[in-house]
């Protein structure tokens, strides 16, 4: 089946550390997204990659960082320096650049203890 | 700064009913729009897009664009209890100078279906 894998599902961090958080997708789409949502707040922008080897920052990068090695694979790592990170994390890819069409994961949900 | 304005709601409306779910943005060169539904604890999910003014039908969801008066709507006719979700307007931009076309989110809107 196609589509968009994240994992894991639930993730408790504690303050200080950095967690990696996967998302990978099969769809053979260019373009890949890192979204945040808090409780009753609409989704914010974290990081975006056009193709393989290229991303840019979002709305909300700071505290941040990803990398694109492969095209199917578009990690997030949340740092210490992220003062807020409990949030649902949300990745999505779209077929191109161009196309606004995003289609999602099921999201990881982070908790800092 | 580019916006997208949603009434958080609840929404409720009886089963049967029409769903009417209303979206005003801010920036006058955004030229696609788009419909999500998110259910409690879920993803988005994509259901519709719109380009141009007017009507688009799809199944038993109908968005309405009016780029004058700058606002999008959905329309659920024969609400079910299963549309019971918070449903996301987004619209495209561009970055400056840039090429890609990323989404601003408005915070949703929540419906409720009663049987």
């Known amino acids: 089946d196609g589509g968009i894998t994240q994992s894991p599902k639930y993730l408790f961090r504690k303050e200080g550390q950095n967690v990696t958080l996967s998302c990978e997708q099969n769809?053979?789409?260019?373009?890949m997204y890192w979204y945040r949502q808090d409780p009753g707040q609409g989704l914010r922008l974290i990081y975006y990659?056009?193709?393989?080897?290229?991303?840019q920052k979002g709305d909300i990068a700071e505290g941040y960082s990803v990398s694109r090695e492969k095209k199917e694979s578009f990690p997030l790592t949340v740092t210490s320096a992220q003062k807020n990170p409990t949030a649902f994390y949300l990745c999505?890819?779209?077929?191109?650049?161009?196309?606004?069409?995003?289609?999602f994961g099921p999201g990881t949900r982070l908790t800092v203890l | 700064q580019k916006e997208v304005e949603q009434n958080s709601g609840p929404l409720s409306v009886p089963e049967g009913a029409i769903a009417s779910l209303n979206c005003t943005y801010s920036?006058?060169?955004?030229?696609?729009f788009f419909w999500y539904r998110q259910y409690s604890g879920k993803s988005p999910e994509l259901i519709m897009f719109?380009?141009?003014?007017g009507d688009k039908e799809d199944g038993r969801f109908t968005a309405q664009l009016n780029k004058a008066s700058q606002y999008v709507s959905l329309l659920i006719r024969d609400s079910q209890p299963s549309d019971s979700a918070t449903y996301l307007c987004?619209?495209?931009?561009?970055?400056?100078?840039?090429?890609?076309?990323?989404?601003?989110f408005g915070k949703g809107t929540k419906l409720s279906v009663k049987p």
């Open positions: 769809l053979n789409h260019d373009a």
């Open positions: 999505a890819s779209s077929i191109s650049p161009l196309n606004n069409e995003q289609f």
């Open positions: 987004a619209l495209a931009i561009r970055n400056y100078g840039g090429s890609q076309g990323n989404l601003i």
């Open positions: 719109i380009y141009s003014n």
């Open positions: 990659s056009q193709i393989v080897n290229d991303f």
């Open positions: 920036d006058r060169g955004s030229q696609s």
